[in-house]
Structure formats: structure tokens, C-alpha cells
């Protein structure tokens, strides 16, 4: 009998376990309110190298390695790392795989990447290929600026749609057995699009893909939002929220006092970000060094956690083309 | 027990099967020794769209469209689709993605994206998630070397270790039960590199990756050349193909006789490509039209397939540094 329920969703026999996580941020997400629960935080966002780039996947690097000394185990102790992240080709993924020296999946997921990669850790594992799995993404400001819209230093106006993209790195490591929450189930994402061109407005992109799977979740599993103690979006940001909270409406589900959105966490509203902060290290990170400490603590029991990622491309926009997206979930229980 | 051998492999306890395949080729691919094996060729690579990168992400969707109907099914009748591309942001997967409304992992695996895809599309199906996967992957000569080298329209002479992206795409369904060559093993590729900075001698970038997978995969299957009819690598080209031969000898593998590679079985002499086929589709179309087809008819019984992927980046090439690269192994049987 397949894991499968209706058509987006499995779940697992023996429920995996994030037995340990690291995170590493820039000195403005350092700044933000959750500033003091991730494990490193950047005093210069080039962390000692010559260019962003090499920033970004140094970042990522020391999020792995930060991830394994918590559990004490060394690479080598581990199956597979499954990473990706914004830049072309996956640049930092490919060299944090090299630095590590685990066999490595590489994704394309944009800023869902870290929810895609717990969803496949969780079928690799339940599936009885792995006892243990490295998920990791990470994304940076001055890199995702001058790769998909402008270089930051031509000082080019953001208008107050835009949201602002999170240096930052997290890494999970899954594990078979040991504690940590449980991964119960993953809603995988169908590309969707509701026509959005604007590469300064990926709220609204992300929004339809991000009520498109929630939904998805709620009908397949036979669960509705009393179930769970909150549902969590990867970064929306404050226009995404609104839009996406108003499609699961008509859909029959009120979001309301029961959604949080990491975009909306991390940065304090005296920052400046606009409409909240994005990038592949904005769901990571809250997720990595907030929602799993809280899950362990016993604040929360079971969340629902949707990454969300705009599969935006400089050469699509270029050719005038509508940014599609996707979102995936996963539930995680204490 | 986990199913896992050594560091890198992972054996299936009931081998899904490859149960049909849909391949769509440029002009130049058709025209090769391999051009009659092709479900549809190009008559013109724009394929019908106003740019090189509508035309591939139309021949990503007609390829998975061909795989579906040759098996008469529907896309609704598929859990999951496994794709990539070279495109930043793999925006011909995205794209495909959306038109099939098919669940979706994108990958990034540059030319070994066909090979991630099967391995974790097996491990899906084996694990019981899913009962029928597509995988996918596709390339253009004229999009990928805009993207990663010179734009074609400015002549710029070509090195003898250059290789031809090859235009093209392929899917592949697999299958938890039905008739098909089987997938029984997957060695997954670590990063790995020599040092070389040339993107325009990704042959040299990737044969070091290939010969890595290659002898794990024998070292930790217990298996050995004789065992198998045939080793096949996506794309190395003449360049790759001489050193991994002999990366591989030292390691006391002398491939020899029982290596084919697809960069130099899709291209004929004559056609002047240099060091021969390279890119996503190139292992993908021949793989799909070439090696399935002979697995089925009997020709041959036991392949060893690497996919290999230069992890080349613009970006990385600006800055300075070196080229990584992966390569995995599927064995398929008969």
C-alpha cells in the first residue's frame, strides 16, 4: 500500500526526526528579534572573503558542520546532503557538497528548497535508504540582489512590495531514530501562477502556490486548522500573507490568528525591509533556530510548515514572461 | 536494515522499472548516427516559439507528454515529476512543471540531472511513496551556450576540447510494477574536482567525478567489469572519456572495450563537434532512444549508467575559481 493520501501527499510509517540543526545569519538578521537564537551571526556579511558569493557558500558550509557537531557525528556518518539554493547552478550547494564531502543531491526548489529537501530526507529515510540525511539552503542579500534585480550599490528605489532577501544558512540534520520533532507528513507542490510579472512583488507570486498547498494538505489529510497549533509560511512577507490568507479563505480555511510567516518574523518593522524578508535562508533559519526549539520546549505540538518558493529567472523576466512558484509542506509534531 | 551498501549505493528490494520514454532532439541530434531512434525531431530548433529557451522548455513538456501516452496514462495518473535543466533556476523544468501539473521536485544536477532523477525517483518508488514517477531533463545548444559561454551569433571559435550541447529532451516513466529494464542499484556522487578552470573543457572537468562514482560503485557492490555488458557515461566526450579511462585504471579498472560514452555515440565525426556531445539531454536522449530500447530487445543485459555534471556557473568562472563536479550511477538490467 502506498504512503500517499489524495494525490500531493505521503506520510510516513516511522516518522523521521530533525535530530539537530545549525544556522548562521548576516549582521542585519542578527539585528532582527530573533537575533539571539541563531547559532552564529555574521559582524561583516562577506565573512572574511573576497566576494558575496563565497560569503554565501561559506555560510552554508558552517551551517552543516554546525548541525553535525551538535549531534557529535562526523560527515561521514551521514548518507546524503540534500542542498540548494538561489544562485545560478546552485553554486553555494555545489561547493558546501565538495567542503563536506557527503554524496549530495543537488535541488532547485528557490526559497521552498529547504521544505523540499526535508519532504525528499523524510522519504529517503522512511523509505530505508538512510538512517540520516542533511537538508541545507542558504541565500544572500548582496548575491540575490545583483543576480536577480539590481546591484545594491546603484542604490535603485525598492518599492514597498519588495521584500527583502535573508543572509543566512541553515542546516537539519534527519535522523532515523534519536529526538528531535517528527516529520508525520509532506504535501508536495504543483507549479501555479496567477499571471504576476514583477520581480519586486514575489509576495504575490508566492501567495496562490503557498493557499494552494495548505489546502491541498487540510482536504488530503483529513485535517483542518484545529489540529494544528499554528501553520507557518516561509517568507510572503506582508502582501503574500494577506493574499494567501484571503485564497484559503475561500477555500473554506481562516487562517487568521493561526498563521505566522517567517518573512514576517525575522526582521523587526523598524528595519526597513519593506514587506518582510525573503530567500531561501528566511524559512531555514526561523525554522532551523526558532520553530524546532519551540516544537522541543513544548510551545508548539504540531505545525503545519509550508516553504514557498518564486521560480523567478532573470532571463524569464527578461523575455516577459510570468514568475510561476510552488510551495511544499510538511507537518512536524513535538 | 538499511538498503545501502558502503558509503554511496543503495540497492532496491523490489526494482521499479523504466516503463516507457518520450525523446524530442534539434535538427543537428537528428541528423547524427542515433537521429532514426528519436520520437520526434526538430525541423527548426525554435521549435515553433520566439526564443531558444520557449523551444526547450516545449520540448521538456512534449518529451514527458510522449513518455505518458506511450504508457496511456495521463499525468493525473503520476505522483511525482523529478526534473531539471542547465537554465539558471532550471526555468525549462519549472515551466514543464506547470504544464503537466504534475507534483514537483526540481533538481539541479547540471548533466547528471537524468541520473539523480532515476536514483531518487527508485528510491521514492521502492521506499512506497509513490507507484509511478516521471523524471526529465532537457538542453539547448543555443540557450546553454548564450548562458554559459559566448552567444553563437558572435562566431567565436570553439577549442578542439569545446563539446556540443546537445538540443534535445527526455523523460522517463518509472514504475513501481509493469515491463521495462529495471533499476537495481544507485551510487550517489560526491562533489569532486581537478582544478580546472576552462569551461570550454568540461570533458576534463568531469571525467575525475566519473571515474570516482565508477569504482565506488564497483568497491562497494562487490561487482566488478565483468559483470556488466556495457559502461556507459552521459557526456564526457573524447577528452573525458581518455581520462577517466584512465583515473578508472588506476584504481584497477580498465574500462576499455566495455565503455560507451553519448557525447561520442549521438554526434557523427563528420558533424564537427569537437570533443563530442555534452549537456542534460545528451545522456537523457540516448539513454531513452539508444540504451532502453537495446536493454529491452536483449542486446544488451546489465548496464552501468553514470550521468556526469560539470558544475559550471558563469559566476564561478568570473570569480576565479575551479569547476566542480558530480557524477551517479544507475544499474539498470534487463
Redesign the interface.
Known amino acids: 500500500?502506498?504512503?500517499?493520501l489524495g494525490?500531493?501527499t505521503?506520510y510516513f510509517?516511522y516518522p523521521p526526526a530533525i535530530l539537530s540543526s545549525g544556522s548562521v545569519v548576516g549582521s542585519k538578521e542578527g539585528k532582527g528579534p530573533l537575533g539571539e537564537l541563531f547559532d552564529e551571526v555574521l559582524s561583516d556579511d562577506y565573512y572574511g572573503e573576497v566576494?558575496w558569493?563565497?560569503a554565501e557558500r561559506k555560510m552554508l558550509a558552517t551551517s552543516i558542520e554546525i548541525a553535525l557537531q551538535k549531534a557529535n557525528l562526523t560527515p561521514?556518518e551521514v548518507?546524503?546532503l540534500l542542498a540548494?539554493d538561489?544562485?545560478?547552478?546552485?553554486?553555494s550547494?555545489?561547493?558546501a557538497?565538495?567542503k563536506t564531502?557527503?554524496?549530495?543531491?543537488?535541488?532547485?526548489?528557490?526559497c521552498a528548497t529547504i521544505i523540499?529537501g526535508l519532504a525528499?530526507a523524510a522519504?529517503?529515510i522512511?523509505?530505508?535508504?538512510?538512517?540520516r540525511v542533511v537538508v541545507a539552503s542558504s541565500s544572500h542579500y548582496g548575491t540575490a540582489e545583483r543576480?536577480y534585480r539590481f546591484p545594491t550599490e546603484q542604490g535603485v528605489q525598492r518599492p514597498p512590495s519588495a521584500q527583502w532577501t535573508v543572509t543566512g544558512a541553515a542546516a537539519l540534520l534527519v535522523g532515523e531514530t534519536g529526538a528531535g520533532p517528527k516529520i508525520t507528513h509532506a504535501t508536495?507542490?504543483?507549479?501555479?501562477?496567477l499571471g504576476v510579472k514583477d520581480p519586486t512583488d514575489l509576495g504575490t507570486v508566492m501567495a496562490p502556490a503557498a493557499a494552494d498547498t495548505m489546502v491541498k494538505h487540510f482536504q488530503e489529510t483529513g485535517q483542518n486548522l484545529e489540529t494544528y497549533d499554528l501553520v507557518v509560511t516561509g517568507d510572503l512577507g506582508k502582501i503574500g500573507v494577506a493574499l494567501a490568507r484571503e485564497l484559503a479563505k475561500e477555500k473554506g480555511y481562516d487562517l487568521g490568528q493561526k498563521h505566522a510567516d517567517c518573512g514576517l518574523l525575522i526582521y523587526a518593522p523598524a528595519q526597513d525591509t519593506h514587506a518582510g524578508g525573503s530567500g531561501c535562508a528566511c524559512s531555514a533559519v526561523v525554522l532551523a533556530s526558532y520553530f524546532l526549539p519551540a516544537l522541543q520546549k513544548g510551545t508548539f505540538h504540531r505545525l503545519l510548515f509550508t516553504g514557498t518558493g518564486a521560480?523567478?529567472?532573470?532571463?524569464?523576466t527578461q523575455?516577459g514572461d510570468v514568475i510561476?512558484a510552488?510551495g511544499h509542506a510538511v507537518t512536524l509534531t513535538r
Chains 1, 2 share one sequence.
Open positions: 500500500m502506498l504512503k500517499h494525490t500531493q505521503v510509517a566576494s558569493e563565497k561521514k548518507q546524503f540548494g538561489l544562485l545560478d547552478q546552485t553554486i550547494a555545489n561547493f557538497a565538495q564531502g557527503i554524496p549530495f543531491f543537488g535541488l532547485f526548489g528557490a523540499e525528499l522519504m529517503l522512511d523509505g530505508g535508504f538512510a538512517s543576480q508536495i507542490g504543483k507549479v501555479v501562477s521560480l523567478l529567472s532573470p532571463t524569464l523575455q510561476p510552488l
